[in-house]
């Protein structure tokens, strides 16, 4: 399950396979959406996004999936591979400033 | 594409101390910065949003004293933690985000220990 604060919810999965990272987005007025892998001790990188008069996109490896309905969004990884090891973080944004998840630490395992 | 630099990429102070991290755009012109701070596994953390020429401003409970930040051209900001005790050691990161533009572009961070 999940928690808050001090622990990361973890997502395990085998190299190879594809993994599906999820995120609720708190204000229904956002309107640009992000996601964002950061390795330990970096700075986040860009992964993809998605503005809200969209529901899917696709990049290489990667789809991210928009459900304004219930505000959720996610983030398909394809054949994930060892180096996705990373913690993912979605972001939003209506304004000037972007909003970033609690984030969910992927572990990839041969 | 777009990158933003900061330094140093590590710092240990003694309390109370004041500590200065630099953000640069290197290759763009960066009309507002952004600083955010992380505790370990902890999410990102907005504590000011600055615009070129402007005074910053500080999202609600961030001393504004404490943490002076300055932009005072397109391509650098700096913010300098004042005074610094233990419970300010975390990662700081700051974004850059061009004009009419709604990406940022993120700093490697700098991670600050008070002892």
């Known amino acids: 399950g999940e928690s808050v604060g001090l622990h990361l919810p973890t997502l395990s999965v085998q190299e190879g396979d594809n993994s599906i990272i999820n995120c609720a987005y708190s204000?229904?007025?956002?309107?640009?959406f992000i996601w964002y892998k950061q390795e330990s001790g970096k700075g986040p990188q860009f992964i993809i996004d998605?503005?809200?008069?969209?529901d899917k996109r696709q990049g290489q490896r990667v789809t991210v999936l928009l459900n304004k309905t219930v505000k959720h969004l996610s983030l398909q990884i394809a054949a994930t591979q060892p180096g996705d090891s990373a913690v993912y973080f979605c972001?939003?944004?209506?304004?000037?400033?972007?909003?970033f998840g609690t984030g969910t630490r992927l572990q990839v395992f041969p | 594409g777009a990158v933003v630099s900061q330094h140093p990429s590590r710092v240990i102070c003694k309390s109370g101390t004041s500590v200065k991290i630099e953000c640069r755009s290197l290759?763009?012109?960066?009309?507002?910065m952004f600083w955010y701070r992380q505790f370990p596994k902890q999410s990102l953390m907005l504590m000011a949003t600055?615009?070129?020429?402007?005074?910053?401003?500080?999202e609600q409970g961030v001393e504004k004293d404490k943490f002076l930040i300055n932009h005072a051209s397109l391509t650098l900001s700096t913010l300098t933690v004042t005074s610094a005790h233990p419970e300010d050691s975390s990662f700081y990161i700051c974004?850059?985000?061009?004009?009419?533009?709604?990406?940022?572009?993120f700093g490697p961070g700098t991670r600050l220990t008070v002892t």
């Open positions: 204000n229904s007025a956002s309107d640009y």
């Open positions: 998605i503005r809200s008069n969209m």
């Open positions: 600055s615009n070129e020429g402007s005074k910053a401003t500080y």
């Open positions: 972001a939003e944004t209506g304004s000037d400033k972007l909003i």
């Open positions: 974004s850059a985000r061009a004009h009419r533009s709604y990406e940022q572009y």
């Open positions: 290759d763009f012109q960066a009309t507002t």
